[in-house]
């Protein structure tokens, strides 16, 4: 939305279909359990108005791309000219009998652990990279901040942290994951790689193809799932396949951006570059003098570690590694947790509308 009236300005109408009232920037999320910060949330109606677009309040059920509507669960019609499908992902138990983490509404959950930890009641945690797809670098965090928290305390804890991942946050390339892999060798956490973990109980993790590990708590992330629209092609998973430009290529003029495409990562500032893409190719569809800018993925994370952060940077042209980056300094303008060309200067604007996710007033991280 944001990036089409920047592209097209006035040449487009904006409407934008949620189910929410509300925006949610989650990265802060996986802060919550140690009082570090916080998800904050946007009245999207405001984001919306402030872009001149219009906001309807509902989701979608079905497309007919033939026809150019798409028709929402309370029945309207709605016709376009243009569609724009960000319908994000499911997020699904992967590992039964852990906690699953996925966010704010997991953090009473998760502090009780920290506490059971803090008074000794538990004396091994784990954490798990579950197989199937996902975005790790929250469970690192939440380890990492878990060690940072329990040593500066003076509690020992035993902490392992299972993946299947070959090295531990492979996807930002060698030197992203040779940090990461010394950070979590200088907090004390054990590393194992190549693991996939099938279920948690009686005390007992349980490791494909047979083995058992011993822990008392079990966290781990969700698996994802992409979002089932009729009339929109897609993958046994639910994921909808899109060209470099975001168009899906069986239809016309429609387009899909973020976690609900079959493009393997899933992080929100890929998503935006995913978006930008679409909206360059709608954009000059619609008549303003631009250069179409294919979708040629930079992989950015900020790495919580319970002290000095983490920038990890990995560009990813081609679908293959050609650059990997990491430092303690910022890596990236403004340094936020999501980089998004258009979106985060957006946010930042209009930071005196966010709001924590317990109901105060907040700020964008800077």
């Not at 009236?5 to 109408?13: F, G, H, I």
């Not at 070959?166 to 892999?181: Q, T």
């Not at 975001?246 to 998503?271: H, M, S, W």
């Not at 900020?302 to 679908?319: D, H, I, K, M, V």
Request: net charge negative.
């Amino acid at each position: 939305m944001v990036a089409l009236r920047t592209l097209a300005e006035n040449r487009v109408e904006v409407e934008l279909l949620s189910p929410d009232q509300d925006f949610y920037y989650r990265p802060l999320a996986v802060a919550e359990p140690f009082g570090r910060g916080e998800a904050l949330r946007f009245g999207l109606l405001a984001l919306v108005t402030g872009c001149g677009a219009r906001h309807r309040l509902g989701s979608l059920v079905s497309v007919d791309a033939a026809e150019h509507r798409a028709t929402t669960r309370q029945g309207e019609p709605l016709r376009y000219d243009s569609l724009l499908l960000a319908t994000g992902a499911r997020r699904q138990i992967a590992l039964p009998g852990a906690l699953t983490y996925r966010g704010s509404e997991d953090t009473p959950a998760f502090a009780r652990i920290l506490e059971e930890a803090r008074s000794r009641e538990v004396e091994t945690l784990g954490f798990v990279v579950p197989s199937g797809v996902t975005w790790p670098l929250p469970l690192y965090e939440l380890a990492l901040q878990t060690a940072s928290q329990l040593a500066e305390e003076g509690v020992r804890t035993r902490i392992v942290l299972l993946t299947q991942e070959e090295s531990p946050l492979g996807v930002f390339g060698h030197a992203g994951s040779r940090v990461v892999e010394e950070l979590l060798a200088s907090r004390g956490i054990e590393l194992r790689t190549s693991i996939h973990a099938e279920r948690f109980e009686d005390g007992l993790l349980h490791l494909v193809p047979g083995a058992q590990l011993a822990i008392e708590r079990v966290v781990a992330l969700p698996r994802l799932v992409g979002v089932a629209v009729e009339g929109i092609p897609h993958d046994g998973s639910g994921f909808v396949h899109t060209d470099a430009f975001g168009r899906i290529p069986t239809l016309e003029d429609v387009y899909a951006a973020g976690d609900g495409t079959g493009f393997p990562i899933k992080q929100g500032g890929v998503a935006a570059q995913q978006a930008d893409a679409a909206a360059s190719s709608i954009a000059q569809k619609a008549g303003a003098s631009i250069e179409l800018t294919p979708f040629d993925p930079v992989l950015r994370g900020l790495l919580l570690t319970g002290s000095q952060p983490e920038y990890l940077r990995a560009e990813l042209g081609g679908g293959h590694m050609y650059s990997s980056v990491a430092a303690d300094t910022p890596l990236w303008w403004p340094p936020a947790k999501i980089s998004a060309r258009y979106l985060a200067p957006y946010l930042a604007q209009h930071a005196d509308l966010a709001f924590g996710v317990f109901g105060h007033r907040s700020t964008l991280p800077s």
